[in-house]
């Protein structure tokens, strides 16, 4: 076609140049002269231009103007159109233009601009630049279709020559001389012409004309336009860039944009990398606010980053090689340069990460100016419910929202990454890939990344901390020096905030970075040392881990770090040589630790070298050692300190031979001289008590043995504090005996690390006696002065300190003699430990000797009230507070409980019970833990013996039971009540909750300093270990209750039941229990890494019913572990212990994913609770806050399980409570044997408040409901409101102020719910269900009647608590009036309508009477007349019931009552 043309004007040519005759004489009229061809050629074009201020050039020369431009198009024009040859001039003009373009020289000259020419000061030409001629030309309308033409058929000349001299292409020459035309005369005929030529032209030359049509066409060709090019697409890859870059500038119709971003989203995947961010950023800016969601969702979907950056990264770049042949200019559209053809595998990726950094540029800008697009972001990955299905784009785009903040975005990804996070939803492996493959990308987003982390470890919820650790290590790791000094800083601060949580993490991270980035930690080095200023708000276990984070920086191998050493050394130097005892526990650990790193061993290097320490680094050690030694002999805490500090040193590392010998040297001897004596005939010197050999195992040798030597020294140290206060000297060294336990404990470790956990040196301290008194005198105690007294109490403490170490030592040892001597001294532990209850109970006000000395000394932490029974009771142990509530602290809580229910009487125990009451008026030792010594996790393992019940003992204990160690009931109590606490300490995430202003003095990790050096999931799995020896002792508990009740007929207080035993059984049978609810609580398990140790536990639980559970899923062995776990319902002892069962069975649901699948299992079972005569041993009724506490929350758990709520309010209020109106005053219910009057309060509360939960979940009417559906939803009101009435009437018969306070409270909160949810329904199913509707306002009048009633009491009797609810009730009770009458407004009804005021009446429906209302007669109640369409009756109906509702609550002021009607 081209060609054809090209003819055609070649022919016009000729015959313009050969007729000169059609050209006559120009306007003068003059005779031509006989010209020369190119003076005719020139006549009309030549003349024409150089009249109108245009002198034609040759050679390299412009084009000279002498007018204005605007001025030459005039003139042009003009000549034209008043030529008499006009149209016909027009043709000659173009056919001379295209012979004076014919040569490429002044073809250039026309497409360059032209010079304006001033000449003789003549400077009528204003602006300096003046377009090309052709250009001139172009914007005469006359002309501009036949140059047009032209210019197009030029463009095939030059489109293969490419770049001429100066880097000039004539074809895009051409294509910009159509660029913003004032006016296009045939726009249609011009799109058609260049989309042809762009189907011939070669790809620059397309490019061009692509990304100039929305410049050169104007808009109604635009959806013509966009039509072709989307079909182009498909067809030609290599146009993607200019196509879109046309697109997006194109004025399109909302469907055809559609149409074509469905088409640019389905050619996603096969767009070269390159190309992606241009296509990226044209799908999110062609976005309508209806569609931005959809368009974002599937944009997310098919953005497959992760195969952006291929591992192997040479094949990337060899598909690179073959595109950059044929896409050299592609890639320079985006903006980066391919002049290295040779890429390497480092270049492809980097240019793989810019392309990526550029698609995330794209989507920045996109949601920075676009709200929609963040808002369909957020949502979008909101949206993904599987951590599979998350991308590393989420992660990204989530970091893009946040930096932006664009429409308050921050927030809502912090939200995001929050909710994410806490669902398991981002994993740490998808972070990880994130940073591992984009680590260039996401160097531009640090600070987002630094923030959000911040945001993260701050947080009060412990299941996102540890993501905001990984975020931290990860940008360490991933990025430059900069934002690695900005992560140590920022976790530095953290450290330095003193929020428990924020920084145990911080310091384990800034650990986990030094031992894995030494050397670049090393160069912050001096950053980490500024923390040693903040020491003051850290705990003894914080203050440790920077030591060693501060040592290993300080003393390992890197040159950097010695820096810091002189620093150290101050700083430890300082703190030993302090007074204040804290400063100086601060120099003990960290002289310590800074002794681990020094001493610890290192790597051999090279062969010559044998891995021993330099001498000059051993000298150092040596020195160090001395120096806390010699600090710590002033007092004996810091000694007990130094050994503790020491012994958990060589446990926890492995230090140099040489270190080891230097420390374990001394150590035997030392402990002989201080503490060990040989056994002579009797004991010399005088003390508060009479000295006596006890609790010696060794019998063969009692004679010439050797025993602790602990009463003379707990007498000397007495003395010598008497002396201190007269004088204060410095004698010899003194032995205190608070250094007897840490002292034994270093001696032991030693010996194990000595002799590879051999203790045959040392095994006599096990076996060995102590000089004590005879205990006997605890019973004499009113008979001891205060001095003696406390003497003895010291005494016990310092005794079962000792026991508990040496329990710790000797615990693992396997012959059965050993095993019998540990489980003997757990027994004197138990014994003991009543013995002190007793004591502790004469001696009110005594402090005991510290155990623990890595914290506050305990001056200030017990010294609360002289008797520190019940005071300390509620703060020490408050961390333990929610599942002890009634678990029995060994035998002491059992004396407790029982002084709790000291109206229990068994005639022939009684004189027993007096004296106990006496005795011990209920000092707990839960108050007193923290001066007992820790027992070691590996102590549970003497679970792993059998339980020793009451048949099995006789007199001779130990000729019976020699050949089989078992376990007595009371050592079982007091192991699983210290297993419960560690594992409450360790595996319940307490949140992270800021310290109070005024914070409490307790210290909730005082003696759990050696368990808090475990990690949370060490200590689940040692559990899951134990479970099958914990399950044993579960069924010989049951076995136990079940021969019990098989004994006694079926009741447990039969003449056979041992009160102490049962007591001691009933308390393992709980504490097992919530042990096992523990464990499968711990959140650790719902992580994904996890899930193998969960299927573990479950699989130990689903074995004892089934033989193999290998091959089970997760959901098979929650059903087996659920169904094994049911079989302990029937031989609970107590309530509290029922109630932990069923926590257990609903916790362990939760674990199958399915907890539904168990409701009916577990309402069941609530029920049958419910429904069980509770009785204690001595056959008592179970009573009691604690009794009502746990029933409180089993009848709750009932409810949460049922399947109809509103029918198991109205079983209880309609059945059970009948039945005890009617009972005598001590009996209960029949149907519900746990409601009584005592407990009906609570039943009451949870009625009412799962009556008001249940009714909130009633679906709201909507118009579209069918009749069906309403009716449905009308029943459910009738139910609910016949149910609420049911007990708003309670009120009447128990009327205590409880009863009423709960009343008047949810009334209200019932009432506004049925104003919310209720009356819409009644709006729309009025005139369908006429009969219903009534009968519901009839039952609702009556129970709001009945709450006036209620206020009105409360307000005659003024009280303040129930007063309080009044105002807020009434005006519901008001809002509820004008609420029916816009209802019958609605339906019409409204006549049927009419008010009075309701007088004040108290609770028995009395009148109170007002001054005002004294003489006042009654109120009138006027009838309004009726709708005629209403028949009789039912108006009737209407009437009453609408007259008695609404005169309830007019009353605007209580005491004002008024004859006013409506």
């Not at 209920?922 to 102590?939: A, I, K, N, P, T």
Request: aromatic residues 6%; charged residues 25%.
């Amino acid at each position: 076609m081209l060609r054809k043309k090209r003819r055609s004007t070649a022919d016009k040519v000729e015959a313009a140049t050969t007729s000169t005759k059609a050209k006559k004489s120009r306007s003068t009229g003059r005779q031509p002269k006989e010209p020369a061809p190119e003076e005719t050629n020139e006549s009309v074009f030549g003349v024409f231009l150089r009249e109108a201020g245009v002198t034609l050039k040759q050679g390299g020369t412009s084009n000279e103007i002498a007018v204005d431009q605007v001025v030459f198009q005039k003139r042009i024009k003009k000549q034209l159109q008043k030529n008499p040859r006009y149209p016909g001039i027009v043709q000659e003009f173009t056919a001379g233009l295209e012979s004076h373009i014919e040569e490429p020289e002044r073809f250039r000259n026309c497409l360059l601009p032209c010079v304006p020419r001033l000449s003789d000061g003549d400077s009528s030409c204003a602006s300096s630049f003046q377009e090309s001629l052709l250009r001139m030309l172009l914007g005469i309308e006359i002309l501009q279709t036949p140059i047009i033409n032209t210019l197009i058929e030029k463009i095939p000349e030059f489109m293969l020559d490419g770049a001429g001299d100066g880097g000039l292409s004539i074809p895009h020459i051409i294509i910009n001389q159509l660029k913003w035309l004032d006016r296009v005369v045939d726009s249609k005929e011009l799109a058609v012409k260049l989309m042809e030529l762009v189907s011939v032209a070669p790809v620059e030359v397309q490019r061009d004309i692509i990304t100039s049509l929305p410049e050169i066409l104007d808009d109604t060709q635009h959806n013509d336009i966009a039509r072709q090019l989307n079909s182009l697409l498909q067809e030609n890859t290599q146009l993607t860039v200019p196509i879109l870059d046309a697109l997006s500038s194109l004025n399109l119709s909302a469907s055809l944009l559609t149409e074509v971003r469905g088409a640019v989203m389905a050619t996603l995947a096969a767009v070269q990398l390159e190309d992606l961010p241009v296509v990226v950023k044209f799908i999110l800016h062609s976005v309508s606010a209806s569609d931005a969601y959809e368009v974002v969702c599937s944009l997310r979907k098919k953005l497959e980053l992760e195969q952006c950056v291929l591992p192997p990264v040479l094949q990337a770049s060899q598909s690179r090689m073959k595109s950059k042949g044929s896409a050299v200019s592609s890639s320079t559209a985006v903006g980066r340069s391919s002049s290295s053809s040779s890429s390497s595998s480092s270049s492809g990726s980097s240019s793989s990460q810019d392309s990526v950094a550029l698609v995330l540029d794209g989507i920045k800008s996109a949601v920075r100016f676009q709200k929609r697009i963040s808002e369909a972001w957020l949502k979008a990955i909101e949206s993904v419910d599987e951590a599979e299905d998350h991308k590393v784009i989420d992660v990204l785009v989530l970091f893009i929202l946040h930096s932006t903040n664009a429409n308050q975005s921050r927030r809502g990804a912090e939200r995001l990454v929050k909710l994410k996070v806490r669902g398991g939803l981002i994993q740490e492996a998808l972070l990880q890939r994130t940073f591992r493959d984009y680590a260039q990308v996401m160097r531009g987003y640090f600070p987002s990344i630094l923030a959000l982390a911040q945001g993260l470890l701050r947080s009060p919820d412990p299941c996102v901390v540890p993501f905001g650790g990984h975020m931290y290590r990860h940008s360490f790791t991933a990025f430059d020096s900069y934002c690695q000094q900005e992560v140590v800083g920022s976790l530095v601060t953290h450290v330095c905030s003193g929020v428990g949580g924020e920084v145990d993490m911080a310091l384990e991270l800034l650990c986990g970075l030094v031992t894995e980035k030494p050397s670049e930690m090393s160069l912050y080095a001096v950053f980490v040392k500024g923390i040693l200023d903040y020491m003051d708000n850290l705990t003894p276990q914080q203050i440790r881990r920077l030591f060693h984070l501060l040592s290993t920086l300080a003393f390992g191998q890197q040159q950097q770090g010695s820096l810091i050493q002189d620093d150290m050394h101050i700083v430890i130097r300082k703190q030993l040589s302090s007074t204040v005892p804290k400063y100086k526990r601060i120099g003990i650990i960290g002289a310590v630790m800074i002794i681990g790193s020094m001493g610890a061993v290192r790597p051999k290097v090279k062969e010559s070298q044998n891995g021993l320490l330099p001498q000059e680094t051993l000298r150092q050690v040596a020195a160090l050692l001395e120096l806390v030694k010699s600090s710590s002999e002033s007092s004996a805490e810091a000694a007990a300190l130094y050994y503790d500090e020491l012994a958990n040193l060589i446990l926890s590392s492995i230090l140099d031979p040489q270190v080891q010998e230097k420390i374990g040297k001394t150590v035997l001897d030392d402990f002989q001289d201080d503490f060990v004596v040989d056994l002579g005939p009797d004991i010399l010197g005088s003390f508060p008590l009479t000295p006596h050999v006890i609790y010696n195992l060794d019998d063969e040798e009692s004679q010439g043995g050797i025993a602790i030597n602990l009463l003379p020294l707990v007498a000397k140290e007495l003395q010598n504090k008497g002396e201190q206060k007269s004088q204060t000297q410095k004698a010899h060294k003194r032995v205190s005996p608070l250094c007897l336990s840490p002292f034994f404990r270093l001696l032991r470790l030693c010996e194990e690390k000595q002799h590879q956990g051999d203790l045959e040196e040392i095994d006599a301290l096990l076996g060995c006696p102590l000089i004590l008194t005879d205990m006997d005198v605890v019973d004499k105690m009113e008979s001891l002065s205060k001095a003696e007294r406390e003497f003895l109490c010291s005494l016990l403490f310092h005794t079962i300190n000792w026991f508990r170490e040496v329990v710790n030592a000797f615990c693992g040892q396997k012959e059965t003699e050993m095993k019998m001597k540990v489980m003997t001294r757990l027994q004197n532990i138990t014994y003991l430990q009543n013995l002190l209850e007793r004591a502790l109970a004469g001696t009110p006000g005594y402090v005991p000797p510290v155990a623990n000395f890595d914290g506050e000394s305990p001056d200030g932490v017990i010294l609360s009230p002289a008797p520190p029974v019940k005071t300390k009771k509620d703060g020490t142990a408050k961390k333990r507070k929610a599942p002890r509530k009634n678990s029995s602290e060994s035998s002491s809580q059992l004396e407790e409980t029982e002084a709790d229910k000291t109206q229990q009487e068994q005639p022939e125990k009684e004189k027993e019970k007096e004296k106990e009451k006496e005795v011990r008026p209920g000092v707990s030792l839960v108050s007193y833990r923290q001066f007992f010594r820790e027992l070691d996790m590996e102590v549970l393992s003497v679970l792993q013996c059998g339980l020793l019940s009451r048949s099995l003992l006789d007199s001779e204990l130990h000729t019976k039971v020699q050949q089989e160690v078992l376990l007595g009931p009371a050592e079982l109590v007091f192991l699983l009540e210290d297993m419960l606490r560690k594992l409450e300490f360790s595996l319940t995430a307490a949140p992270a909750k800021r310290t109070p202003f005024f914070k409490a003095k307790t210290d909730k990790s005082v003696g759990f300093s050696h368990l808090q050096q475990r990690s949370s999931k060490d200590i689940a799995s040692y559990c899951v270990q134990l479970l099958p020896t914990l399950c044993s002792h579960l069924e010989n508990c049951h076995n136990h209750f079940q021969t019990l009740l098989s004994e006694n007929n079926g009741v447990v207080d039969g003449p056979a039941t041992d009160v102490q035993e049962y007591h001691l059984m009933s308390a393992g049978y709980q504490l097992l229990l919530q042990i096992l609810n523990t464990t499968f609580s711990w959140s650790g398990f719902s992580q994904p890494g996890q899930r193998s140790l969960l299927k573990k536990a479950l699989g130990v639980l689903a074995e004892r019913l089934k033989e193999e559970s290998a091959e089970f899923t997760l959901e098979q062995l929650v059903k087996h572990s659920f169904k094994y776990l049911m079989n302990f319902d029937s031989t609970m002892p107590n309530l509290s212990t029922a109630l932990i069962l069923s926590q257990l069975l609903s916790t362990v649901s939760e674990r199958g994913g399915d907890p539904a699948a168990y409701r009916e299992q577990t309402a069941s079972l609530a029920k049958r609770f419910l429904g069980q005569n509770w009785v204690t041993a001595s056959g008592e009724k179970e009573r009691g806050i604690k009794f009502n506490e746990a029933l409180h929350t089993v009848l709750k758990m009932y409810m949460a399980h049922v399947d109809d709520v509103l029918k198991a309010v109205e079983e209880i209020a309609g059945e059970g409570i009948p039945e005890l109106i009617k009972a005598a005053k001590d009996e209960s219910s029949a149907s519900w044997p746990t409601l009584n009057r005592q407990t009906f309060l609570v039943y009451y509360k949870v009625m009412m408040t799962e009556l008001e939960k249940a009714i909130r979940k009633i679906p709201a009417c909507k118009v579209s409901d069918s009749s069906e559906a309403q009716s449905e939803k009308l029943l459910t009101w009738n139910l609910a409101v016949r149910d609420f009435h049911i007990l708003v009437n309670l009120g009447k018969v128990f009327d205590s102020r409880p009863v009423l306070i709960v009343c008047l409270k949810y009334g209200r909160l019932f009432l506004e719910s049925f104003l919310r949810l209720g009356m819409p329904l009644l709006d729309n199913s009025f005139k369908r269900h006429m009969e219903d509707v009534q009968g519901l306002l009839k039952t609702f009048q009556l129970s709001t009647r009945q709450l006036h009633h209620m206020c009105g009491h409360s307000k005659m009797n003024q009280d303040t608590s129930l007063t309080n609810h009044v105002p807020a009730l009434k005006k519901s009770l008001e809002l509820f009036v004008y609420r029916v009458k816009a209802m019958l407004t609605l339906n019409n009804c409204q006549e049927a309508f009419w008010i009075g005021n309701l007088k004040n009446r108290n609770l028995k429906g009395e009148e109170i009477l007002s001054q005002r209302s004294q003489g006042s007669e009654d109120e009138d109640e006027e009838e309004q007349p009726l709708p005629k369409e209403q028949s009789e009756d039912e108006a009737q109906e209407m009437d009453s019931e609408e007259s008695t509702k609404v005169h309830r609550t007019e009353d605007v002021d209580q005491d004002d009552i008024t004859d006013d009607s409506d």
